[in-house]
Protein backbone atom coordinates (compact mmCIF):
# COMPACT_ATOMS: atom_id res chain seq x y z
CA UNK A 1 0.00 0.00 0.00
CA UNK A 2 1.12 3.61 -0.87
CA UNK A 3 1.30 6.04 1.96
CA UNK A 4 2.44 9.97 2.53
CA UNK A 5 3.46 11.43 5.43
CA UNK A 6 3.37 15.37 5.75
CA UNK A 7 4.67 15.00 10.04
CA UNK A 8 4.39 18.85 10.26
CA UNK A 9 0.72 19.83 10.78
CA UNK A 10 1.38 23.80 11.06
CA UNK A 11 4.57 25.91 9.96
CA UNK A 12 4.52 29.58 11.47
CA UNK A 13 7.38 32.16 9.61
CA UNK A 14 7.54 35.39 9.12
CA UNK A 15 8.12 37.20 5.93
CA UNK A 16 11.60 36.30 4.15
CA UNK A 17 12.38 33.65 6.33
CA UNK A 18 13.30 30.40 4.63
CA UNK A 19 11.09 27.47 5.21
CA UNK A 20 11.15 23.42 4.41
CA UNK A 21 8.21 21.26 4.19
CA UNK A 22 8.85 18.01 5.01
CA UNK A 23 7.55 14.74 3.25
CA UNK A 24 8.22 10.95 3.47
CA UNK A 25 6.55 8.64 1.23
CA UNK A 26 6.29 4.70 0.97
CA UNK A 27 5.54 2.51 -1.73
CA UNK A 28 6.83 -0.94 -2.74
CA UNK A 29 6.58 -0.15 -6.98
CA UNK A 30 9.57 1.03 -8.31
CA UNK A 31 7.90 3.45 -10.89
CA UNK A 32 6.10 6.71 -9.10
CA UNK A 33 5.55 10.07 -8.98
CA UNK A 34 5.66 12.96 -6.51
CA UNK A 35 3.37 15.99 -6.42
CA UNK A 36 3.22 19.22 -4.33
CA UNK A 37 0.05 20.95 -4.56
CA UNK A 38 -0.49 24.00 -2.82
CA UNK A 39 -4.56 25.46 -1.36
CA UNK A 40 -4.73 28.80 -1.15
CA UNK A 41 -8.04 29.34 1.04
CA UNK A 42 -10.43 29.57 -2.18
CA UNK A 43 -10.12 25.64 -2.13
CA UNK A 44 -8.78 24.70 -5.31
CA UNK A 45 -5.57 22.47 -5.32
CA UNK A 46 -2.89 24.24 -7.51
CA UNK A 47 0.02 21.85 -9.37
CA UNK A 48 3.50 22.99 -8.17
CA UNK A 49 5.93 19.79 -9.08
CA UNK A 50 5.93 16.52 -10.55
CA UNK A 51 8.88 13.74 -9.95
CA UNK A 52 8.75 10.64 -10.71
CA UNK A 53 11.00 7.65 -9.63
CA UNK A 54 14.07 7.78 -12.02
CA UNK A 55 14.91 11.33 -11.74
CA UNK A 56 16.54 12.43 -8.28
CA UNK A 57 17.94 15.71 -9.33
CA UNK A 58 16.82 18.91 -7.21
CA UNK A 59 14.92 21.10 -8.91
CA UNK A 60 14.95 25.12 -8.40
CA UNK A 61 11.32 27.41 -9.89
CA UNK A 62 12.35 30.81 -8.38
CA UNK A 63 12.24 30.80 -5.14
CA UNK A 64 10.69 27.60 -5.08
CA UNK A 65 13.05 24.24 -4.39
CA UNK A 66 12.48 20.39 -4.62
CA UNK A 67 15.12 18.38 -2.68
CA UNK A 68 13.73 14.14 -3.59
CA UNK A 69 16.16 11.85 -2.06
CA UNK A 70 15.04 8.28 -2.36
CA UNK A 71 17.37 6.81 0.06
CA UNK A 72 15.14 8.56 3.07
CA UNK A 73 11.86 8.59 0.60
CA UNK A 74 11.69 11.67 1.01
CA UNK A 75 10.31 14.46 -1.13
CA UNK A 76 10.98 17.95 0.82
CA UNK A 77 10.18 21.61 -0.34
CA UNK A 78 12.03 24.42 0.26
CA UNK A 79 10.16 28.18 -0.06
CA UNK A 80 12.95 30.90 -0.07
CA UNK A 81 12.33 34.21 1.14
CA UNK A 82 9.10 33.53 2.01
CA UNK A 83 6.12 36.11 1.28
CA UNK A 84 3.10 36.45 2.45
CA UNK A 85 1.06 35.13 -0.32
CA UNK A 86 3.35 32.09 0.44
CA UNK A 87 0.57 31.29 3.27
CA UNK A 88 -1.36 27.97 2.02
CA UNK A 89 -1.86 24.63 2.73
CA UNK A 90 0.51 22.62 1.20
CA UNK A 91 0.16 18.79 -0.46
CA UNK A 92 2.70 16.16 -0.86
CA UNK A 93 1.15 13.49 -3.18
CA UNK A 94 1.96 10.09 -4.93
CA UNK A 95 0.62 8.00 -7.68
CA UNK A 96 1.97 5.17 -8.86
CA UNK A 97 2.98 3.98 -12.59
CA UNK A 98 -0.50 2.31 -14.30
CA UNK A 99 -2.31 3.53 -10.99
CA UNK A 100 -5.06 6.16 -11.45
CA UNK A 101 -5.36 7.55 -8.47
CA UNK A 102 -3.25 9.81 -6.23
CA UNK A 103 -2.54 9.15 -2.23
CA UNK A 104 -2.14 12.87 -0.67
CA UNK A 105 -0.61 13.19 2.90
CA UNK A 106 -2.69 15.41 5.55
CA UNK A 107 -1.11 18.57 4.34
CA UNK A 108 1.11 21.18 5.88
CA UNK A 109 -0.80 24.68 6.90
CA UNK A 110 1.78 27.32 6.02
CA UNK A 111 1.73 30.19 7.65
CA UNK A 112 3.91 33.67 6.78
CA UNK A 113 3.49 37.11 8.85
CA UNK A 114 4.25 40.21 7.63
CA UNK B 1 -14.39 27.44 -19.69
CA UNK B 2 -10.79 28.01 -18.77
CA UNK B 3 -10.92 25.57 -15.57
CA UNK B 4 -12.79 23.06 -13.93
CA UNK B 5 -15.92 24.19 -12.67
CA UNK B 6 -18.08 22.60 -9.67
CA UNK B 7 -21.44 23.25 -8.58
CA UNK B 8 -23.10 24.35 -6.04
CA UNK B 9 -19.94 25.55 -4.09
CA UNK B 10 -21.93 24.93 -1.26
CA UNK B 11 -24.87 22.69 0.07
CA UNK B 12 -26.44 22.40 3.04
CA UNK B 13 -28.32 18.95 3.35
CA UNK B 14 -30.62 17.34 5.97
CA UNK B 15 -29.61 13.90 6.93
CA UNK B 16 -31.53 11.46 5.05
CA UNK B 17 -31.86 13.56 1.85
CA UNK B 18 -30.07 13.09 -1.66
CA UNK B 19 -27.63 15.55 -3.30
CA UNK B 20 -26.24 15.91 -6.41
CA UNK B 21 -22.87 17.83 -7.13
CA UNK B 22 -21.67 18.76 -10.63
CA UNK B 23 -18.90 18.87 -12.16
CA UNK B 24 -17.81 20.54 -15.27
CA UNK B 25 -13.58 19.62 -16.46
CA UNK B 26 -11.64 21.35 -18.80
CA UNK B 27 -13.02 21.27 -22.32
CA UNK B 28 -11.16 17.86 -23.91
CA UNK B 29 -10.20 16.56 -21.08
CA UNK B 30 -10.43 12.51 -20.74
CA UNK B 31 -9.70 11.99 -17.06
CA UNK B 32 -11.97 13.06 -14.19
CA UNK B 33 -11.62 12.05 -10.87
CA UNK B 34 -13.54 12.99 -7.86
CA UNK B 35 -11.65 13.62 -4.24
CA UNK B 36 -13.44 13.68 -0.85
CA UNK B 37 -11.46 16.04 1.63
CA UNK B 38 -12.93 16.25 5.67
CA UNK B 39 -11.67 19.05 7.45
CA UNK B 40 -7.83 19.46 8.15
CA UNK B 41 -7.11 16.33 5.94
CA UNK B 42 -5.66 15.74 2.36
CA UNK B 43 -8.17 14.83 -0.38
CA UNK B 44 -8.50 11.17 -0.39
CA UNK B 45 -10.08 9.74 -4.04
CA UNK B 46 -13.64 8.71 -4.68
CA UNK B 47 -13.55 7.59 -8.01
CA UNK B 48 -11.64 7.97 -11.58
CA UNK B 49 -13.47 8.24 -15.37
CA UNK B 50 -11.52 7.87 -18.56
CA UNK B 51 -13.94 9.43 -21.03
CA UNK B 52 -17.45 7.47 -19.88
CA UNK B 53 -15.86 4.85 -18.81
CA UNK B 54 -15.81 4.67 -14.77
CA UNK B 55 -12.32 2.36 -14.57
CA UNK B 56 -11.93 2.84 -10.74
CA UNK B 57 -14.56 3.57 -8.28
CA UNK B 58 -13.07 1.77 -5.07
CA UNK B 59 -12.78 4.59 -3.20
CA UNK B 60 -16.13 5.28 -2.71
CA UNK B 61 -16.93 4.78 1.06
CA UNK B 62 -20.59 3.04 0.26
CA UNK B 63 -23.40 2.10 -2.17
CA UNK B 64 -25.14 5.67 -1.00
CA UNK B 65 -22.62 6.87 -3.80
CA UNK B 66 -22.79 7.18 -6.94
CA UNK B 67 -20.51 8.79 -10.04
CA UNK B 68 -21.65 9.46 -13.56
CA UNK B 69 -19.89 10.45 -16.66
CA UNK B 70 -22.63 10.03 -19.24
CA UNK B 71 -21.17 11.72 -22.18
CA UNK B 72 -17.63 11.82 -21.20
CA UNK B 73 -17.49 15.36 -20.47
CA UNK B 74 -19.53 16.67 -17.51
CA UNK B 75 -20.12 14.18 -13.92
CA UNK B 76 -22.25 14.04 -11.53
CA UNK B 77 -21.41 12.34 -8.34
CA UNK B 78 -24.91 11.90 -6.15
CA UNK B 79 -24.82 10.88 -2.61
CA UNK B 80 -28.21 9.46 -0.99
CA UNK B 81 -29.37 9.74 2.68
CA UNK B 82 -26.95 11.40 3.34
CA UNK B 83 -25.23 11.54 6.44
CA UNK B 84 -23.43 13.41 8.97
CA UNK B 85 -20.55 11.98 8.15
CA UNK B 86 -20.90 12.63 4.83
CA UNK B 87 -20.31 15.92 5.16
CA UNK B 88 -16.91 17.26 3.59
CA UNK B 89 -15.43 18.96 0.43
CA UNK B 90 -15.65 17.19 -2.60
CA UNK B 91 -13.22 18.09 -4.97
CA UNK B 92 -13.32 16.99 -9.09
CA UNK B 93 -10.05 16.90 -10.98
CA UNK B 94 -9.25 16.42 -14.72
CA UNK B 95 -6.21 16.07 -16.49
CA UNK B 96 -5.47 15.00 -20.55
CA UNK B 97 -3.54 12.51 -19.50
CA UNK B 98 -5.01 8.71 -19.36
CA UNK B 99 -3.45 8.39 -16.08
CA UNK B 100 -2.81 9.73 -13.00
CA UNK B 101 0.41 10.77 -13.46
CA UNK B 102 0.97 14.02 -14.78
CA UNK B 103 -0.39 17.61 -13.40
CA UNK B 104 -4.69 17.84 -12.38
CA UNK B 105 -6.31 20.57 -12.75
CA UNK B 106 -8.69 21.16 -9.60
CA UNK B 107 -12.12 23.17 -8.85
CA UNK B 108 -12.83 24.90 -6.01
CA UNK B 109 -15.03 22.29 -5.14
CA UNK B 110 -18.74 21.60 -3.36
CA UNK B 111 -18.69 22.46 0.44
CA UNK B 112 -21.53 19.86 1.49
CA UNK B 113 -22.58 20.04 5.23
CA UNK B 114 -25.44 17.33 6.19
CA UNK B 115 -27.04 18.77 9.51
Known amino acids: AQKVTQAQTEISVVEKEDVTLDCVYETRDTTYYLFWYKQPPSGELVFLIRRNSFDEQNEISGRYSWNFQKSTSSFNFTITASQVVDSAVYFC???????????FGAGTRLFVKA | GAGVSQSPRYKVAKRGQDVALRCDPISGHVSLFWYQQALGQGPEFLTY????????KSGLPSDRFFAERPEGSVSTLKIQRTQQEDSAVYLCASSSNRRMNTEAFFGQGTRLTVV
Open chain 1, 93 to 103: ALSIEGGFKTI
Open chain 2, 49 to 56: FQNEAQLD
